[in-house]
């Protein structure tokens, strides 16, 4: 195989969550890039429905927009069904919906309420889309799992406790997951360092970006494309013998908020 066809996705169909906007979005762009077909879900309808059309401008493939709230089991078992039944299978899973922290979870503060929440959105939802989409990526033969976690998982910074967390289970589960679902589905993790979202851009101040870019050694932060392009490899068949890993992009150091 040629690097243009270990690089191919087209027949194939991928389903992104949180594709709205930041990493997902541009998730989205690339795997449409590369030929799959591609359902962009999001809690915010108006925002898929503008990312649909412009992929379905950009490339030649299809892509649906479906919208569901990660948090809602209903929202999680209509946007596979709605995949199978527009697309007739499932092989790519990016769980990339994700949040919370940012220095503001301070223990005294912290309420069951929340910390469910945020396990939720980070862990729990993804866990029940890797259970939804796997028979659909065993019978195809086909499946790449790519679960978004975050450098806060392999570090410690403060007031982060519940976020840092879930992203380190997140790593954990990628592994356990590999595990159970191979041969024909593989799952890896990848961790961002700071990446310019919008949610990065709520916390980030020029103070807190000056301390970040000294402890990083490549002098810049993120940008999506830096992490959409992990997510091709992890999809594509490039990766066919990489499985229960987790690769941290971070500059090749550590950005901290505090
Ligand atoms: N930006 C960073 O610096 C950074 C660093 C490490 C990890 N991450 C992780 O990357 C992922 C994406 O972050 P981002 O920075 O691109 O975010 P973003 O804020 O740019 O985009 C998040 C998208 O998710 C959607 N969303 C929010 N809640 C949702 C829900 N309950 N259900 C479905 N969709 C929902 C939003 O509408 C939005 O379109 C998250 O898992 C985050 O934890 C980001």
Redesign the pocket.
Known sequence: MGIKEKYDLSGKVAII??A?????KASALKLAEAGANVVC????EE?INLLVKEIEEKFKVKALAVK????EEKDLINLVNKTVETFEKVNILVN????GGAGRENIDSLTLEYITKTFT??LFAGLMLIKLCAPHMKKDKYGSIIN?S??SANMVSHNMIIYGSSKAAVNQMTKYAAYDLGPEIRVNAIG????K????STVLTEKIEEKMLSKTPLGRLGDVEDISMAVLYFASPASSWTSGQIIYINGGGTQELD
Do not use: F, R
């Open positions: 969550t949180g709205g906007d930041g990493i997902g879900s999001d809690i915010n925002k569901c709230n990660v948090l990339n919906a994700g949040g959105l980070n978004i975050s450098m961002p360092g700071a990446i979202t919008h949610a990065l």
